[in-house]
């Protein structure tokens, strides 16, 4: 189900059959990790190999940018179109609607991320937004205990790349949350 494409693995599934995957993952509680890939991430890990590493052991790699399906198809392969970080992100809040699950917004400045907050609330009324945090503040341990508290079905983490892919790799095993996704300036399309 995964194919690689210079070094960096990329989902073959297409858009319905990973959001069955995921809502399919939430029900048995396992903890799952999406990264979206675009051309740049793949041409950086091409030097850095941490970042491939960071990169290919999430659980999901979902091809955000049109260049990595046409990458695919010319080296024989079969990812499909396109699932863009943000379209991700709008596929989990419509399944978090749906089963009435929590979410947890970390990241961007205070004010993007409660008008974000506000404006997905008022497009997915069922969802419970359990809490937001912006992205800078420095307090790790701080940051753990909030979402521990309310511990999550769906944490987005909107710092940037790498550093949310960073955040989610050191501390998803202290927290309580099934599904982790980088979404990077997606909070502020949202406060829009
Ligand atoms: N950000 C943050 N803390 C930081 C650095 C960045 O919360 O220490 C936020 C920033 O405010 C913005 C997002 O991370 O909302 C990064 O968006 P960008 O479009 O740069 O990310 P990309 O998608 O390019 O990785």
């Known amino acids: 189900m995964k194919e690689n494409i210079m070094g960096v693995d990329v989902t073959t599934l297409n858009e319905q059959q990973l959001m069955s995957r995921i809502e399919d993952d939430i029900k048995r509680f396992q903890k799952v990790r999406i990264v979206a890939i675009n051309p740049e991430k793949i041409m950086m890990a091409e030097q850095d190999l941490n970042l491939r590493h960071l990169l290919n052991e999430s659980t999901y790699q979902i091809p955000d940018g049109i260049g990595v399906s046409i990458a695919s198809k ?8 396109r699932v863009t970080g943000i379209g991700m992100m709008g596929n989990l809040l419509a399944l978090a609607n749906k089963n009435e699950w929590k979410i947890f917004m970390y990241g961007a400045k205070p004010e993007i991320v409660n008008q974000a907050a506000r404006n997905i609330q008022k497009k997915y ?3 419970i ?4 945090l912006d992205g800078y503040i420095n307090d790790t341990q701080q940051i753990m205990k909030t979402i521990n508290e309310v511990q999550p079905h769906i944490l987005f983490v909107a710092l940037g790349s790498p550093k949310q892919e960073l955040f989610i790799k050191n501390n ?3 927290l309580h949350v099934n599904v982790f996704q980088g979404v990077g300036g997606s909070f502020d399309v949202f406060s829009g």
């Open 125 to 127: 009324p069922k969802l």
């Open 129 to 132: 937004i359990s809490g937001t």
């Open 74 to 81: 010319l080296s024989g392969g079969i990812v499909k179109g």
């Open 172 to 174: 998803m095993e202290q």
